[in-house]
């Protein structure tokens, strides 16, 4: 197969859903375009994006342009990752989109709890926020201390993959909404998980440079 020659990453000057495609390619070692656009111009490329939503990801001067972070993300792993990136069997790779498919889960209550503590209450109130925030992250936690805690392995699957990328960025969400919700009692394998993750070679000066933590 013949790998991919360029790629440019367009989405605005924020981190979100973008973020863990950067560490994705830091982590690869793989130069990439990370292209940062305004509103206005977003509202001229919309129209001709797949399903009109960021990022995106143009290859080989724009041969192929694929849509929706998750998916990004799975198609750089099997492109440029080292073989078993995104699960070494059937099973394990169901998992692992099993894991992803949790933290995307994550972004929405997030935001709309973002958006109420900064006044923005148009769609749901502060209070409603708080609580289905604050029932995601922790259901969140929960289940992803249970899944380290069942094989006793320093990784979601037994061994890294991409879905461990995505849960440090999403650990990092959460943790910069309430650090409160993050106890180190309650969640002890995964901090460890957090902090291995943070300190990898390929990604550790740009994570502590772009993810300040408040908890480790």
């Not at 993300?73 to 790779?93: A, C, H, N, V, W």
């Not at 604050?134 to 094989?151: G, I």
């Not at 849960?167 to 002890?188: H, K, R």
């Amino acid at each position: 197969m013949v790998k991919p020659r360029s790629f440019k990453l367009i989405y605005f000057d924020v981190q979100w859903r973008c973020e863990p495609i950067r560490i994705l390619f830091r982590y690869f070692g793989q130069e990439f375009e990370d292209q940062r656009i305004t509103n206005d111009e977003w509202q001229q490329m919309k129209p001709g994006a797949p399903f009109e939503q960021l990022p995106l990801l143009e290859i080989d001067g724009g041969k192929k342009t694929l849509s929706e972070s998750l998916s990004i993300m799975r198609y750089l792993s099997k492109t440029l990752g080292p073989e078993g990136f995104i699960g070494r069997t059937k099973t394990d790779s169901a998992k692992v989109d099993m894991f992803a498919y949790a933290c995307n889960d994550l972004y929405i209550p997030i935001y709309f709890y973002q958006q109420a503590k900064s006044g923005q209450e148009q769609m749901i109130s502060a209070d409603g926020a708080k609580i289905q925030f604050e029932l995601s992250a922790q259901r969140f936690l929960r289940c992803m201390e249970k899944a380290l805690k069942s094989h006793r392995q320093k990784y979601l699957v037994q061994y890294i993959t991409w879905a461990d990328i995505l849960v440090m960025y999403i650990i990092f969400m959460v943790e910069q909404a309430d650090e409160s919700l993050i106890d180190p009692e309650q969640y002890p394998l995964l901090l460890q998980h957090y902090k291995r993750m943070r300190e990898l070679e390929e990604i550790k000066d740009y994570v502590a440079e772009q993810l300040p933590s408040k908890i480790l």
